[in-house]
């Protein structure tokens, strides 16, 4: 795992330098992946790496664990709460629809958690603008499959490091890099709302999916789950569908 660690650094600086750039930027949510990606950049980039924790009417307790975080690597760091802004678009267009008698409450839970995420990339951007970063996604191969993640929301980014890592060897990754056990050891959430976790809203586990896609035999049941996942996101992995040259 070592070697595969000095790869992925040496990779994010060839990455950054080839960009012409000076370093890099990932949100630190307080979950596994951004504890990985933070502790990878840092050491690619020692005084020109940043962690940003980026509250958007989150639990509290995740900023301590982003906090834990930012320590075990010693990231530069800082916070910007995004719970206002998204109050403000988010209560603007549901005033907007609803004038109209167009509001879908169906599906207002999900078009206001994407929208946290979308929020979180606008402002990862505007930052690494700033300092002049590339911006560091945290997807593994598990969410990269089945296309659990925010298109342009936490998708948007310009490297995807862990693409290649099921979720148990960005687990093994994180013990050896020293992300701290109570980060590892806690179920994998979105965070976008109250009491989500990603296996309960998949409906299948990351065990499931990283032995899936180790080739693996699975229930038929989590194959389904897995497939049909897969499917309905296969856009979240292309570039936006373009016509034929008429
Ligand atoms: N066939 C097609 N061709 C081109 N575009 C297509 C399309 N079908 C949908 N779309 C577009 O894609 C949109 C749906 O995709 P998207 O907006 O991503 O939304 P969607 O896939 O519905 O939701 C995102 C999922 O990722 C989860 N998530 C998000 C963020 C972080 C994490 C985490 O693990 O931390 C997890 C979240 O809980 C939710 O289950 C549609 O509104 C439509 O605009
Ligand atoms: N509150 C937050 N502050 C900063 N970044 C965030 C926040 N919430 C989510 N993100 C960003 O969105 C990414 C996607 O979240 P995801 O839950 O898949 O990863 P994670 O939280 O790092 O790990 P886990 O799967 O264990 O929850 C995060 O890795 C992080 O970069
Ligand atoms: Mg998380």
């Known amino acids: 795992m070592e070697e595969k660690i000095s790869k992925l650094v040496q990779w994010i600086q060839e990455k950054v330098n080839d960009a012409g750039l000076n370093g890099a930027i990932v949100g630190v949510s307080g979950g596994i992946d951004s504890a990985v990606v933070a502790h990878l950049i840092k050491r690619a980039f020692p005084e020109n790496s940043l962690g940003v924790i980026m509250p958007c009417k989150s639990d509290p307790k995740d900023q301590e ?45 999900l078009g206001d958690a994407n929208t946290r995420a979308r929020l979180r990339m606008t402002t990862l951007y505007a930052v690494a603008n700033n300092y002049g970063y590339l911006v560091v996604g945290t997807d593994n191969a598990a ?45 994998p959430s979105a965070g976008l709302w109250e009491g989500q976790t990603d296996e309960n809203e998949m409906g299948t586990t990351y065990n499931m999916i ?37």
């Open 65 to 109: 664990y982003a906090l834990e975080v930012i320590e075990s690597c010693g990231i530069s760091h800082t916070t910007i709460d995004l719970s206002e802004t998204h109050t403000v678009l988010f209560s603007e267009m549901e005033r907007q629809l609803k004038e109209k008698g167009e509001w879908n409450e169906e599906t207002a839970r």
């Open 143 to 187: 969410e990269w499959h089945t296309g659990y993640f925010t298109k342009y929301g936490d998708g948007g980014v310009d490297l995807v490091p862990l693409v290649h890592f099921t979720k148990g060897e960005v687990r093994e990754m994180a013990k050896v890099l020293g992300v701290p056990d109570s980060i590892i050891n806690k179920p």
């Open 210 to 246: 990283d032995s899936y896609l180790k080739g693996g035999q699975i229930p038929e049941k989590d194959k389904a789950i897995i497939d049909s996942m897969h499917k309905r996101t296969e856009h979240k992995r292309q570039l936006a569908a373009a016509p034929p040259k008429f």
